[in-house]
């Protein structure tokens, strides 16, 4: 199993074909069957004393258990926040995989940390964050956002003595489920801030939330640069503010909405958020990294490692001193997650990540211009970035399931129906430039006819 056999050279020819087909043609036939059973059926026998072999393996898992999964980098993928990890980068994850790097301590990793940290700094300077930031790459927006509030809480605990009020965090009931998830890991209050009618947080909300609030001790305001439901942003530099005036850590969840900063013609809608103490964001849904690709930004990441930084016996030996990616989230042991991104941007060059952030930006307000000039579709809400939400006049509710499910058994497209302040609509979400404008088209089309 350690050594290699001439047959291996023949495997992995064969791992590396298919892996490249893949990588060509993210579109094959993905709405198949997920009948428990049958694909018990299909790998039984698979893991026993002898195995069957790689060539058997890779052949169930091309036939039966990829076309079972839904892999979201289809171009008509439009639902939640797809992905659409760039040729370059899907290759090198399977270097990072070979390469067996402990990416959490400097001394073990230092060749993949200082590449991710180039990548991340270019992703810094885009937000406008200074040089003395930095962050570390982790495994997805919700851990993103477990990291900077918990470096919150603890700057809130280095500053100030125990109130005996429960301690609490802000964000609008459009800030992405994690948010929640976090609070409730952590033991903190959620205090919902109401969005103005598009979704919103203002200034002004903040302000007469905190007020209305005397009974709890906020610690760190949550903002989004992207929901993930309307693709809203709220207000980033009023915000940043009101933080700056009462102390309160900011923190702008950009995990989908991050890949905007990359664009020439949206980025203006992220303005503000060069004032955040942090930000999270998502390569692996709209930096055309493989999953799992996030990362959280700190300005000042020395908070962060007195609030992470694991200490042991067996841990004395770690330079504290040097960029410790292990120190600035709750992970010790890491992939060199980053890497994949860092390659295919040194392959591509960032001009192509700015092409293509804004080909997609293009392709949902294209589509969304079609929608409000069309007699039986309406928008639900003028889109910022690149989700559109939208309804089909005449339709009721069953009537949008119905289409969904349609659509997507007929494998031409997942768009599954979401509500809006209780209203079922549609929603798309374009992340992917290999998108094609005449299927969008057609797709308007079919609801239409
Ligand atoms: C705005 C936002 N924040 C956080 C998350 C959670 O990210 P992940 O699924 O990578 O944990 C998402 C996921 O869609 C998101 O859209």
């Known amino acids: 199993m350690h050594e290699w056999t001439p047959d291996l050279d023949e495997l992995a020819a064969a791992v590396l074909d298919y892996a490249s087909e893949r990588a060509k043609r993210p579109k094959d036939p993905r709405w198949g069957a997920k009948d428990a059973a049958e694909l018990a059926a299909a790998i039984e026998g698979a893991v026993s004393p002898e195995g069957i072999g790689g060539h058997a393996a890779l052949d169930i898992f091309r036939d039966t258990l990829l076309p079972a999964c839904r ?106 489920a994690s948010i929640d998830v976090v609070a409730r890991v952590m033991d903190v209050e959620l205090i919902r801030v109401p969005a103005d009618e598009t979704g919103r947080m203002t200034a002004e909300a903040l302000e007469s939330t905190l007020e209305a609030s005397e009974h709890l001790e906020p610690v760190a305001v949550v903002t989004s640069a992207g929901t993930t439901n309307a693709g809203v942003v709220d207000d980033l530099d009023g915000i940043a503010s009101v933080c700056e005036r009462t102390g309160l850590w900011l923190h702008v969840d950009a995990a989908y909405g991050g890949g905007a900063l990359a664009s020439t013609t949206h980025r203006g809608e992220l303005d503000g958020i060069e004032r955040a103490d942090s930000f999270g964001i998502d390569p692996h849904k709209w930096l055309f990294a493989p999953y799992d690709c996030a990362a959280i930004l700190y300005r000042d990441p020395a908070m962060a490692a007195h609030a992470h930084a694991q200490q042991a016996a067996y841990l004395d030996a770690v330079d504290r ?97 979401t509500r809006w302040r209780g209203e079922m609509c549609l929603r798309i979400c374009v992340v992917n430039p290999r998108t094609d404008p005449a299927d969008l088209e057609a797709l308007l089309a079919d609801m239409t006819s």
Do not use: K
């Open 71 to 176: 892999p979201n980098d289809d171009p008509m993928m439009l639902s939640y926040v797809p992905t659409a990890p760039s040729i370059a980068a899907v290759l090198f994850d399977m270097v990072v995989g070979a390469s067996s790097i402990f990416a959490g301590h400097w001394e073990a990793g230092a060749g993949a940390i200082a590449a991710e940290n180039q990548a991340l700094r270019w992703i810094m300077d885009l937000a406008g964050f200074p040089a003395t930031a930095a962050g570390c790459f982790v495994s997805g927006g919700t851990a993103a956002n477990l990291a900077a509030l918990v470096t919150a809480r603890h700057r809130w605990r280095d500053r100030n003595e125990p109130s005996g009020r429960p301690l609490a965090v802000l964000a609008t009931d459009g800030a992405h």
């Open 321 to 417: 001193d040097e960029a410790n990616p292990a120190d600035l989230s709750l992970h010790l042991t890491r992939r060199a997650r980053g890497l994949p991104l860092w390659f295919s941007l040194a392959t591509n060059g960032t001009r192509a990540y700015a092409e293509a952030v804004d080909t997609a930006l293009r392709l949902a307000h294209d589509v969304a211009e079609r929608i409000r000039t069309h007699e039986r579709l309406e928008l639900v809400l003028e889109p910022t970035l690149s989700v559109v939400l939208f309804r089909r006049l005449g339709w009721d509710e069953d009537a949008y399931t119905a289409w969904s499910e349609r659509t997507a058994r007929a494998g031409t497209a997942l768009v599954v129906p």
